[in-house]
C-alpha cells in the first residue's frame, strides 16, 4: 500500500540506498536490492510502488506494476499498523486482503505462491501500533493460518533479522540456516575407542552377571577340603 514504509524496510534488510519519502507513492519505479547471508546465500528483494484498490484492471499504473511479480517465488505484504490521523477508520486486515486480491486477479500463478505479511512502524507507541499489530495477527491467523505476521520497525531495526530469516526459511525450507548448522566433532570423539566409550564398556562389564561354573577334580584326587589345623610330620623331631 501507499506510504507503509517498503522502502524503508528494504533499505534495513538490505542496506540499500534509496530515496525515502513521507507522502505517498513516492516510489515510482521498482528498486531490487539483495539480501546477503554469512554463507554466501543472495536471495533478491523488489521493492515495487504502491498498489491500491483496483489496481490489476488499471493498465495505466496498475498492470506495469503488477507484472513485475510474475517471476517471483514469495509475496511479501507490507501494511502500516500505525493509526494515521487522515485515515481514522483504516483496516490494516483489509489493505492485506486488497494486496492479495490484486496480485491474484493479475497472475494466476501467484495464487499457488508462498505469502508472507511484513506490519511496519511497529515502534509508534502512541498510535497504537502494538495494539494493531495484535488485531491484525490474530484476525489474519483466523482466516489464513498459513501465512504469518512478523512486526518490524526500520528506524530502531526491530524484527528485521527475523523477517529476513523467515523469508530464508520460506524461498530455501530444506536448507539449513548458520545458526542451526551441526558444529564439526572434535577428532576426540571421532577415534575410537575414545575416553567416553571406555567408561561405559568398563561399567557394563561391572554389571554383567556371569553365571557359575564347577571346576572338576582331577582323575584319583582326594576331593576333601585339608584340615583348617597345622599338622606336624612325623618325624618332624628326628629332622631336628
Not at 3 to 16: F, I, P
Amino acid at each position: 500500500m501507499p506510504n507503509s514504509g517498503k522502502t524503508s524496510l528494504m533499505a534495513a534488510m538490505t542496506r540499500s540506498h534509496t530515496r525515502i519519502g513521507p507522502e505517498p507513492f513516492s516510489t515510482t519505479r521498482p528498486h531490487v536490492s539483495v539480501i546477503g547471508f554469512r554463507d554466501d546465500v543472495r536471495i533478491r528483494v523488489a521493492d515495487l510502488p504502491g498498489l491500491y484498490e483496483g489496481a490489476h484492471v488499471d493498465k495505466l499504473k496498475g498492470c506495469r506494476i503488477l507484472r513485475h511479480t510474475y517471476r517471483s517465488k514469495l509475496l511479501i505484504y507490507v501494511v502500516d499498523v500505525a493509526n494515521r490521523d487522515s485515515e481514522p477508520d483504516r483496516d490494516p486486515l483489509k489493505e492485506v486482503e486488497v494486496l492479495m486480491d490484486e496480485a491474484k486477479s493479475f497472475f494466476e500463478v501467484n495464487k499457488a505462491k508462498k505469502e508472507l505479511v511484513i506490519a511496519t512502524k511497529c515502534d509508534m507507541l502512541h498510535k497504537d501500533a502494538l495494539f494493531n499489530l495484535d488485531s491484525l495477527y490474530f484476525r489474519l491467523k483466523a482466516r489464513y493460518p498459513d501465512i504469518d505476521v512478523i512486526g518490524t520497525s526500520a528506524r530502531f531495526g526491530l524484527g528485521i533479522e527475523r523477517a529476513v530469516t523467515r523469508i530464508r526459511q520460506l524461498l530455501y525450507p530444506d536448507m539449513l540456516l548458520t545458526a542451526e548448522r551441526v558444529k564439526a566433532k572434535p577428532i576426540d570423539e571421532i577415534l575410537l575407542p575414545n575416553e567416553q566409550m571406555k567408561q561405559e564398556s568398563l561399567t557394563g562389564i561391572d554389571r554383567l552377571q556371569l553365571p557359575g561354573f564347577i571346576i572338576p577334580p582331577a582323575h584319583g584326587a582326594d576331593t576333601k577340603p585339608p584340615p583348617s589345623r597345622f599338622v606336624r610330620h612325623p618325624r618332624y623331631n628326628e629332622m631336628e
